[in-house]
């Protein structure tokens, strides 16, 4: 048995001596089946790869010992070409956008006559990610009789390129498909308190209750939050708590309006969107867009503004939600991964650097709530909110936003509050239960159905899900939809009616010292019929 364990430690160190290109060699030799349930496949790959961080129904996470990562991706495509998948997906790129250019792309026939497609793409090396592997290799095996392309997506550096290009060619060829195993989509029924404290404001939502909030009309970058919104809270006979604004990246916090709404015992929600206008008179040669600031922030260029933000909001003293870079699983914002080259992790370290530089300033009062949109724009599994997801340690909420369009528009399909929530809950909290949930934005169009029986069935659907602690009305008329709670006498009446609902009228925003005596007071009510029983 000794002598046995010498020739195996013997080899080991021999494999690590190896450069690269001969460990292949050596994996070569001893290679394991790799299987996929969820995403139905199975292929071989070397004894070196080890999953890591795969995500259910979404995405195998393979890494290499030098850091290197392959994801591989089961994409459905019933409905739509290939071609439309792997050049829709890569289009970004090929235009040379966020800073990364394409060096080569060909058409191949694999091992096992599947046809494939392959890319090769970089970007600069970024110095404040460790172990940054900033070279792209994928290949896109085409499945018509699944109706499937297995895309095996490389990241890596140019020291190992020849490496895992290799290693992906011979998964690939190695692949074959079956059927995607069954999703149980069941959410497992989870209560939660929430009680948040800052210098003199309390946050307290019970087991049986949530938050309202708003998103009413304002000037953003003078913001007066409450001015025109009290007289219509009078009308609707409803105080929402919850306020909620945007602001760009080139805007500061309105200091003294927020702290405003906070004396007026409100809290609120800041979407702290990434982007800065680009004016084409500047730059022929790009359209009048937001910049891509993924890679800048991660570069540290953004450093000075963000610890800005990040002191202002300390200054608050109170519990503020920053919801940063929201719907980023979205083509129309700049945020979106399509624009910096697919790659997803560079958000999450956007987002991590954004929450470490909180922490540094000693902003531990803002409360960061991680949002995608419920439906993602490409729908391709690579752009899954969950491949954006920065992790349980980073984010304190987590967010859900849905909009039921109605039919103003060509494309749009009316949708009612339980096709759009009920999905995107159970989904959400079968990854995420550990966390809270809001609805950070929502609303429903008049037009393609009754508004006001999506607002009463839909709001009464909240019972059902009690992970939901808070949830946003944007109220605002956005084009031809009309989003605004008073678009009808029957939607005004209906969202009034509505409001009454137990689980709604219960009040979450106190001053501590207001909260305190209530609380004494019901200790001392407890107490006596204690006593009155004895």
């Known amino acids: 048995m000794k002598r046995l364990a010498t020739i195996f430690m013997s080899v080991i160190l021999l494999f690590g001596c190896l450069p690269l290109e001969a460990a292949y060699a050596e994996d070569g030799m001893a ?46 495509i019933k409905g739509m070409s290939p071609q439309t998948y792997i050049y829709y997906s890569n289009k970004q790129i090929r235009a040379g956008r966020g800073g990364f250019t394409m060096l080569s792309e060909r058409a191949t026939t694999l091992a096992s006559s599947a046809k494939a497609y392959e890319f090769l793409y970089q970007r600069d090396a970024i110095s404040n ?4 592997k900033n070279v792209y290799f994928e290949i896109n095996a085409v499945y018509p009789q699944f109706n499937r392309v297995l895309t095996f997506w490389v990241k890596t550096d140019s020291a190992n390129l020849d490496y895992y290009t290799q290693m992906a060619r011979d998964m690939a060829s190695s692949a074959w498909l079956f059927e995607k195993g069954v999703k149980n989509q069941r959410a497992p029924y989870v209560q939660r308190d929430i009680d948040i404290k800052g210098n003199s404001t309390r946050l307290k939502i019970g087991k049986d209750s949530m938050m309202w909030g708003i998103m009413h009309p304002h000037n953003l970058n003078g913001a007066d939050y409450t001015t025109n919104l009290v007289p219509f809270e009078k009308n609707v006979g409803k105080k929402f708590e919850f306020l909620m604004t945007y602001s760009d990246f080139e805007h500061n916090v309105n200091l003294k309006e927020v702290q405003d709404v906070y004396a007026d015992e409100r809290v609120m929600m800041l979407t702290w969107q990434p982007w800065v206008y680009i004016d084409k008179t500047q730059n022929e040669n790009i359209e009048n867009e937001s910049a891509i600031l993924i890679p800048e922030i991660i570069k540290g260029n953004y450093d000075d503004y963000i610890r800005s933000w990040a002191r202002d909001i300390k200054s608050i003293g109170e519990p503020v939600f920053v919801r940063f870079a929201n ?35 000693g902003a531990d009062n803002a409360q960061f709530v991680w949002n995608p949109h419920d439906r993602s724009y490409p729908d391709f599994d690579w752009n899954s909110p969950h491949m954006y997801y920065p992790g349980d340690e980073h984010v304190d909420w987590v967010g859900l936003t849905g909009y039921n369009n109605g039919t103003s528009f060509t494309g749009d399909v009316w949708r009612e509050f339980g096709d759009i929530y009920q999905p995107v809950y159970d989904d959400y909290m079968k990854h995420y239960r550990e966390k809270p949930f809001m609805i950070t934005e929502f609303s429903c169009n008049e037009d393609g159905g009754d508004k006001a029986s999506w607002i009463r069935n839909g709001f009464s659907s909240f019972a059902n899900m009690p992970n939901i602690k808070a949830a946003v009305w ?12 008073d678009s009808s006498e029957a939607s005004f009446a209906a969202f009034k009616e509505s409001m009454k609902n137990p689980l709604f009228s219960v009040k979450n925003v106190y001053k501590e010292e207001e909260l305190q005596t209530e609380e004494k007071t019901q200790q001392e009510k407890t107490e006596t019929n204690k006593n009155a029983k004895k």
């Not at 139905?40 to 004894?47: E, Q």
């Not at 979205?330 to 922490?359: M, P, Q, V």
Request: charged content about 30%; aromatic content about 16%.
């Open 474 to 485: 944007f109220n605002q008329i956005d084009t031809r939809w009309l989003y605004n709670i």
């Open 327 to 361: 719907e980023m699983n979205g083509d129309w914002d700049s945020w979106c991964a399509w624009y910096f080259g697919k790659d997803t992790e560079l958000y999450n370290e956007a987002w991590k650097r954004i929450e470490t530089i909180f922490h540094e300033e």
């Open 129 to 132: 990610i460790e172990n940054d």
């Open 31 to 76: 290679k394991r089946d790799f299987v996929s349930y969820n995403l139905g496949f199975v292929c071989k790959i070397p004894i070196s790869m080890q999953e890591k961080g795969s995500i259910e129904d979404v995405a195998a996470r393979l890494e290499g010992p030098d850091g290197s990562r392959i994801y591989i991706y089961s994409q459905d």
